[in-house]
Nanobody, 120 residues
């Protein structure tokens, strides 16, 4: 029922930009904190950016000043604008929704992941 559909990944040269999109269906978007995680080969999954349902944002130190997370509630879509990309940004990027509706436990939903590769 709930689906997170990602798009926008690909191959880019160092210094370039990409914009990831995650479209959320199933009626949970406006009650959800939306996150972008990434997992590089041989490393653990890490939180990259977060935007709450109130619009507050948080960024991991390595991407501060380069990445911007935003959301469009009318389209139930979260974006990650990635500028000044570095080879160390290469990873599979995952969209995550943490839904928190009244009288219910928080429920977690994940996208399928999209590969971002930054060449030097």
């Amino acid at each position: 029922q709930v689906q997170l559909l990602e798009s926008g990944g690909g191959l880019v040269q160092a210094g370039g930009s990409l914009r990831l999109s995650c479209a959320v269906s199933g009626g949970i978007f406006r009650d959800s904190t939306m996150d972008w995680y990434r997992q590089a080969l041989g490393k653990e999954r890490e939180l990259v950016a977060r935007i709450t349902n109130s619009g507050g944002t948080n960024y991991a130190d390595p991407v501060k000043g380069r990445f911007t997370i935003s959301r469009d509630n009318a389209e139930s879509t979260v974006y990650l604008q990635m500028n000044s990309l570095k080879p160390e940004d290469t990873a599979v990027y995952y969209c995550h929704a943490g839904a928190h509706r009244p009288f219910d436990r928080q429920r977690d939903y994940w996208g399928q992941g999209t590969q971002v590769t930054v060449s030097s």
